[in-house]
T-cell receptor, first 114, second 113 residues
Framework: DAKTTQPTSMDCAEGRAANLPCNHS???????VYWYRQIHSQGPQYIIH???NNETNEMASLIITEDRKSSTLILPHATLRDTAVYYC???????????????FGQGTTLQVKP | GAGVSQTPSNKVTEKGKYVELRCDPI?????LYWYRQSLGQGPEFLIY????????DSGLPNDRFFAVRPEGSVSTLKIQRTERGDSAVYLC???????????FGPGTRLTVL
């Protein structure tokens, strides 16, 4: 699986947009970008995923560059409850692999401040 | 509906002892995963079940670790002759299919003294 690079930590003011970058320069054509987050003492929580088009759901937006070598997770109006570790994961999507394991890096610790 | 549950939430044991960690996945989810998370690190994949069979056990660190899912629902992670290095949070996740969104449980914190 391709590896990802994320900043170790970021701060964001409450109510502002949080933009979390991720580099995945070796991503392959059949690999999706997934984002999970982990709030302290809880299990990881799925946020969003995409292949090459931008995606939006009730939690966040995912912007993937045209060359797919990087992406940005956007939390439009960050709240204190969004303070967490955010993981960017590149995941193979092919039935022949018969495994859906997630390979986590160390993620970005996002601190939302009042 | 109910999410993924794991028991116990905390387990303290002595070096050399045997432990079992239980995972109850979301009803109907055919895929089940075990991960291990050490302090300050991201979760690390251990094993994946599709139904009753272990489809990928490439993450199990050694033969002291074993997991079962005999009826395709509840899974048990078993660790023999525990070592202090086994101390970590053990996370279980389930998904409807092997490529679907994974739903994680709260984890079991294992401490080996």
């Amino acid at each position: 699986d391709a590896k990802t690079t994320q900043p170790t930590s970021m701060d964001c003011a409450e109510g502002r947009a949080a933009n979390l970058p991720c580099n995945h320069s070796t991503i392959s054509g059949n690999e999706y970008v997934y984002w999970y987050r982990q709030i302290h003492s809880q299990g990881p929580q799925y946020i969003i995923h995409g292949l090459k088009n931008n995606e939006t759901n009730e939690m966040a937006s995912l912007i993937i560059t045209e060359d797919r070598k990087s992406s940005t997770l956007i939390l439009p109006h960050a709240t204190l409850r969004d303070t967490a570790v955010y993981y960017c994961i590149v995941r193979v999507w092919k039935s022949s692999s018969n495994t859906g394991k997630l390979i986590f890096g160390q993620g970005t610790t996002l601190q939302v401040k009042p | 509906g109910a999410g993924v549950s794991q028991t116990p939430s905390n387990k303290v044991t002595e070096k050399g002892k045997y432990v079992e960690l239980r995972c109850d996945p979301i009803s109907g989810h055919t895929a089940l995963y075990w991960y291990r998370q050490s302090l300050g690190q991201g979760p690390e994949f251990l094993i994946y079940f599709q139904g009753t069979g272990a489809a990928d056990d490439s993450g199990l660190p050694n033969d002291r670790f074993f997991a079962v899912r005999p009826e395709g629902s509840v899974s048990t992670l078993k660790i023999q002759r525990t070592e202090r290095g086994d101390s970590a949070v053990y996370l279980c996740a389930s998904s409807l299919t092997f490529l679907g969104e994974q739903f994680f449980g709260p984890g079991t914190r294992l401490t080996v003294l």
